[in-house]
């Protein structure tokens, strides 16, 4: 059975990009700084609420709040989606995701009070609604992106990424070779050669142990007789039904037909 291609572990020192900046602690809260919002836009009586009970402007205000928070979650995760260049600048990201939802926004905001006992307004005033709802969208995304993003601080800062374990190879380097990029590892009898960037070296190993102890280097069995490190590569070609890989140091590497195959798929060749 061909074994696969070994990939290294990489350190979670940065959110990734492509990650899904919508988790469950950010919905949680999000939602209470909904509640908050909802609260105090009932307090003061927005969007033409002013004339009835406060008890029933909370009730009214809360749920569009929730509704809101909710829609601006969806809105947020499609903008990151579609500008993922912006993903170092969230606060960008969380004002554009602030202007699409406010058409939507807007209707909800309008539409609602015709179901309570007092009725809402005509639909020439809807316009008014805009503007105060895109002030409302803008708001409310650039607080949930602060909240979310102190949160987010605060967990790197208390729980620092793990140190991936060091290769275990490295060690088995001669002293010469200390320090230097393991290129390729090719088989020579019972021996090792190493090619490295400090040069080239023999050592006594099985190269199957060698792969083993290779774990955290990106790189890849490329032959019965060789293991090549992916960032050794400085050309790939193909010929005569077979493939060719050029290291660093100008060494050739064959790749056999039963690695072949993994490697188009990796993108190698």
Avoid at 1 to 8: A, E, G, K, N, V
Avoid at 19 to 32: F, K, L
Avoid at 35 to 54: D, E, K, N, R, Y
Wanted: hydrophobic residues 45%; proline residues 8%; positive net charge.
């Amino acid at each position: 059975m061909t074994p696969p291609l070994r990939q290294p572990t990489a350190p979670a020192v940065h959110a990734s990009p492509a990650a899904d900046p919508i988790t469950w602690a950010a919905v949680r809260r999000t939602v209470v700084g909904a509640s908050i919002v909802g609260a105090f836009l009932g307090f003061i009586g927005a969007f033409g609420t002013l004339h009835i009970p406060i008890l029933l402007r909370m009730v009214y205000m809360l749920p569009i709040s929730w509704a809101g928070a909710l829609l601006g979650l969806l809105t947020f995760r499609l903008t990151c989606r579609l500008l993922p260049q912006f993903n170092d600048r969230r606060w960008l990201q969380g004002l554009i995701s602030g202007v699409i939802m406010t058409p939507p926004m807007t209707l909800v905001a309008w539409a609602t009070p015709h179901i309570t006992p007092h009725g809402g307004d005509p639909i020439s005033a809807l316009p008014g609604y805009s503007f105060v709802t895109l002030v409302s969208c803008l708001g409310f995304s650039s607080l949930a992106v602060g909240l979310n993003r102190h949160a987010h601080l605060l967990a790197t800062h208390a729980s620092p990424s793990p140190t991936p374990p060091p290769v275990r190879f490295l060690e088995r380097l001669p002293l010469k070779l200390r320090g230097a990029e393991v290129w390729a590892v090719e088989a020579e009898d019972h021996y090792l050669r190493l090619h490295t960037s400090k040069g080239q070296d023999l050592i006594l190993l099985r190269l199957a142990d060698a792969v083993a102890e290779l774990e955290g280097i990106e790189g890849a069995q490329v032959h019965r007789s060789w293991w090549v490190a992916r960032d050794a590569i400085a050309d790939a070609r193909r010929g005569d039904g077979r493939a060719v890989l050029t290291l660093k140091d100008g060494s050739e590497v064959p790749v056999s037909r039963t690695y072949a195959r993994l490697l188009r798929e990796q993108g190698w060749i």
